[in-house]
């Protein structure tokens, strides 16, 4: 699933930029390095020694915001001989300068993941590492961990293997821009095969009952003295985009299964007859209509999460029917759940190195098993540990704490007004619930809700805005109370 961003406007972020530095201060989320890890990181630049295997021909090229500089992927696509195709997708070799053990990987266990803010980003890594000589940028030989993907002229994947490789990325090319060639004919035919071959695996991804779903990112804008609140829809190459990777993820979660050691994003569905029948509750009372034989996968494939009514429920259900967590094994000790619910298949992270910490783990045990070699002790050592460390993550909390501070200021200065509501979600662990969230008609913002009497879900309320208070230092900082 597409990671949506929350976006603000200049204006909007230099009026919001107390809430966000006390955000930041609250999830100690610096981008600030000690001194000792930025002098541990030019060492690193200076001691890296580039593989042997010479992969630089391949005419690679990245897909990413304009601005983005850490960038972890580059692909190159292309037609096999006989039908079918290739991509060559090359991941940023962030072990090549990150050593076990050393300053720049205690900095790396601590901060776990790179965070997003709309002002600016808190890296995993030092910038003259991650944006640096490290990153896929364009004109630039770089380790890499090279993956190789056959597929056939359906999409299926028939072959995968990764191994080392200097590789040299040819163009930096933005979702926007792409998206205006392929849709024009006037893409070359490697960036355009990735439509071709994107809505193929989407195809498969529907016939094995996965879910993908592209949320549309949130734009807080400010004019006039307000703050007004929109959505973003995705493009279709950000979903395509989004297949390669998954593919890769897909591959490498196999390639660790068959060699008896790795770590897996598992995700079961829930079965609890009440969450189910709730979830069918909330799609019911926003207007979805969920026929009995219809799966959820498929439910959700036909959404539009431009629809805040679509958006509010695939927030809601995602987060009740479906849980996710790491699952690590070896000593070919598999266990006994393996799958990512929502792609139906086994799954890892592996794609994202400079942004997030497991997949520097998931990549070289991969390499290890595609080079029939054990892993190396580093990897071993750190595996058990993996989930508990990857759960001191902060990117989803502080993705939360974004989307409340724009609420709050979307409606701040409205305290006393009333607002069309639907109670999207209660208490379900109190029989007389009286606290819950409102999805509000317009604008369309969620908001914790209480009640003075029973508060059933689904119901249309007049919801009576108490607070809105971007600076408020607790968690509901849009608070809303049945009329």
Not at 344 to 356: F, Q, S, V
Not at 369 to 384: G, Q
Request: proline letters at 6%; charged letters at 25%.
């Amino acid at each position: 699933m597409r990671r949506p961003q929350m976006r603000m406007s200049r204006e909007a972020q230099d009026a919001l930029q107390k809430p966000l530095q006390l955000l930041r201060a609250e999830l100690k989320a610096t981008t600030e390095f000690p001194a000792h890890v930025l002098e541990a990181a030019k060492k690193a630049v200076d001691d890296v020694r580039l593989p042997d295997k010479d992969a630089t021909h391949l005419p690679l090229f990245t897909i990413d915001p304009p601005t983005s500089m850490d960038l972890d992927q580059a692909m190159y696509l292309e037609r096999r001989s006989g039908g079918g195709y290739r991509v060559h997708y090359a991941i940023a070799d962030v072990a090549a300068f990150v050593k076990a053990g050393s300053a720049l990987d205690a900095e790396a266990h601590d901060r776990i993941e790179t965070l997003y803010f709309p002002d600016l980003k808190v890296p995993l890594h030092p910038p003259s590492i991650s944006e640096g000589p490290a990153s896929l940028l364009p004109g630039q030989v770089v380790p890499a961990l090279l993956w190789q993907h056959d597929l056939d002229a359906d999409g299926n994947v028939t072959h995968s293997t990764v191994s080392r490789a200097k590789v040299r990325s040819q163009a930096k090319l933005s979702y926007a821009k792409v998206q205006q060639d392929i849709d024009a004919g006037t893409a070359r035919e490697s960036v355009a095969l990735l439509r071709e071959i994107g809505k193929l695996r989407e195809a498969v991804e529907a016939a094995r009952g996965g879910v993908s779903v592209n949320l549309p990112d949130q734009e807080v804008t400010l004019k006039d003295g307000s703050f007004r609140l929109s959505y973003a829809a995705a493009l279709p190459v950000e979903g395509w985009n989004e297949q390669i990777s998954l593919m890769t993820g897909m591959a490498a979660a196999r390639i660790m299964l068959d060699s008896g050691t790795g770590i897996l994003r598992t995700q079961k569905k829930q079965k609890d007859p009440e969450v189910v029948q709730r979830v069918h509750d909330i799609a019911k009372h926003l207007g979805i209509d969920w026929k009995p034989d219809v799966t959820y996968a498929a439910l959700v494939n036909s959404l539009n999460p431009a629809d805040p009514k679509h958006m509010a429920f695939l927030s809601e259900a995602t987060a009740m029917l479906l849980k996710a967590e790491y699952t690590t094994f070896r000593d070919n000790q598999t266990p006994k759940y393996t799958l990512h619910a929502a792609i139906a298949a086994p799954y890892t992270y592996c794609t994202a190195p400079l942004r997030r910490l497991v997949d520097r783990y998931t990549g070289e045990l991969c390499v290890a098993a595609c080079a029939d070699k054990p892993p190396p002790k580093w990897v071993l050592d750190a595996l058990y540990c993996m989930p508990c460390d990857m759960a001191r993550g902060k990117s989803k909390v502080a993705d939360r704490r974004v989307v409340d501070i724009a609420e709050a200021a979307v409606l701040e200065h409205r305290e006393g007004e009333i607002f069309s509501g639907l109670v999207i979600n209660t208490d379900a662990e109190d029989n007389d619930p009286k606290e819950g969230t409102v999805h509000l008609a317009d604008p369309a913002v969620m908001g914790k809700i209480t009640s003075g009497s029973k508060l059933d879900l689904g119901a249309n309320v007049q919801a009576k805005l108490i607070r809105a208070d971007p600076l408020f230092s607790g968690r509901e900082k849009v608070l809303f109370n049945v009329v």
